[in-house]
């Protein structure tokens, strides 16, 4: 099943981030697509959904994804180099990726996610020379090791940005415990100079999000990565995803970072211009 809500067109992009920043989200994250909805890794197609939510929303932080299956490391690289987004998703380690449906006792979806270290260490090396700040995404405690000989290296210094990618079958299982190990694993520690967070895939989503929120992890929410809101009705719009994490950060006692305060703590500087 799908989602209605899911943009296709630079304008649908441009209303999502507008209901989303308007609701409290500081980045946005982007995957493009064709406007009949087909996944796209053209420069073009990326430049026009950035330029559609630059005109829509005052200030955000556009972060684009680079994973894929099958998509040319070079394609991938090419629209970073042409539109320079203040962040870029690193996926940091291969890894089987699969979707499992319990009622039908089969695999809805199952690939192999290749991420060598070769295909890190270009994205980190080009990130660097274009000033792009890398999204280390993290699956299992494995990938966080990855880190290390990157900063023996030299590649990447602290304050890294980490995110704890949890519900995609094959990686860490989705547990508030198996977080809090994730955690603990960042280099420096979850008290320590870099900067973490959580994305929750799917049902777990909500809980995870508690855990995070209590751990003091960042949170990240949107139709990427769950349709529903926890009373198991389909959210209309990111937005509406992003205003309950609000709540339940409030209610966990904490804050909802600026957009200014996330640039801030990110190292992530406003860019007067798309590329």
């Known amino acids: 099943m799908s989602s209605p809500a899911i943009p296709y067109t630079p304008e649908e992009y441009a209303a ?15 995957h493009a697509r064709m406007p009949e909805g087909v996944p796209s890794y053209e420069t073009e197609d990326f430049r026009a959904i950035t330029e559609a939510i630059k005109a829509a929303v005052d200030d955000v932080i556009v972060n684009y994804s680079t994973g894929a299956l099958g998509v040319p490391i ?47 260490v270009t994205f980190v090396e080009t990130m660097n020379e274009l000033g792009i700040r890398p999204e280390h995404e993290c699956f299992d405690s494995g990938h966080l090791a990855n880190l290390d000989p990157l900063i023996d290296m030299g590649l990447l210094t602290e304050s890294l940005q980490v995110s704890c990618v949890m519900g995609v079958t094959g990686p860490i299982r989705p547990t508030a415990r198996n977080l809090a190990h994730m955690a603990g694993e960042v280099p420096g520690g979850p008290d320590g100079p870099s900067n973490w967070g959580l994305i929750g895939i799917s049902r777990d989503q909500w809980t995870l999000i508690s855990a995070a929120l209590a751990l003091g992890g960042n949170v990240r929410v949107g139709l990427e990565d769950n349709f529903y809101l926890p009373s198991g009705e389909m959210a209309r719009s990111n937005g509406e995803l992003v205003a309950h994490a609000r709540v339940m950060t409030e209610a966990a006692g904490r804050r909802v970072a600026s957009v200014a305060e996330a640039r801030e703590l990110l190292a992530t500087p406003k860019r007067s211009r798309v590329g």
């Open 16 to 30: 999502e981030a507008r209901r989303a920043v308007e609701e409290g989200a500081a980045m946005i994250h982007i």
């Open 74 to 120: 070079e394609k991938r690289l090419a629209y970073l180099r042409e539109l320079r987004p203040d962040v870029a998703a690193l996926d940091m380690g291969s890894m089987n990726y699969a979707k499992y449906s319990r009622r039908r006792k089969s695999f809805v979806f199952q690939a192999v996610f290749e991420n060598s270290f070769e295909t890190i």
